[in-house]
C-alpha cells in the first residue's frame, strides 16, 4: 500500500502547479483524500480535501478561489491544481487518504505521501 504525492517544483509568484497524489495497492476512488502542507518551523495544516462518497471539497481559507482539488477516477488520482501562487504557498505538500469524511484533522488519514517541495520564489 503507498500514496505517491508528485509534481512540485519551483514557480515564479503568480504561476501554477498542478500535484497529483496516486495510489498503489488499493483504490484511492474509496477513500476520502487531503492535500497537506508543511512549511519550514511551521506546523503541518490542510490546504483541502474531497470526500469519497459525494466528492464535495473544502479548501482552507488561503486556498480557496485559487486552489482546486478533483478526482480522476479511471487513473484512481487525485489532483491539486494550484494558481495565483505565492511565496507564503512554499512548503512541502502532502496527500493523504482516509475512510472518515473529507476532513483537516490529520488523524483522520490512514495513508500518508511523501510529499513534493512547492517553492515560490522570483
Known amino acids: 500500500v503507498q500514496l505517491q504525492a508528485s509534481g512540485g517544483g519551483l514557480v515564479q509568484p503568480g504561476g501554477s502547479l498542478r500535484l497529483s497524489c496516486a495510489a498503489s495497492?488499493?483504490?484511492?476512488?474509496?477513500?476520502?483524500v487531503g492535500w497537506f502542507r508543511q512549511a519550514p518551523g511551521k506546523e503541518r495544516e490542510g490546504v483541502s480535501c474531497?470526500?469519497?462518497?459525494?466528492?464535495?471539497?473544502y479548501y482552507s481559507v488561503s486556498a480557496k478561489g485559487r486552489f482546486t482539488i478533483s478526482r480522476d477516477k479511471a487513473k484512481n488520482t487525485v489532483t491539486l491544481q494550484m494558481n495565483g501562487l505565492k511565496p507564503e504557498d512554499t512548503a512541502v505538500y502532502y496527500c493523504?487518504?482516509?475512510?472518515?469524511?473529507?476532513?483537516?484533522?490529520?488523524?483522520?488519514?490512514?495513508?500518508w505521501g511523501q510529499g513534493t517541495q512547492v517553492t515560490v520564489s522570483s
Open positions: 493523504a487518504a482516509g475512510t472518515r469524511p473529507a476532513t483537516f484533522n490529520l488523524e483522520s488519514y490512514i495513508y
Open positions: 495497492g488499493f483504490t484511492l476512488n474509496d477513500y476520502a
Open positions: 474531497i470526500n469519497s462518497l459525494d466528492d464535495n471539497t
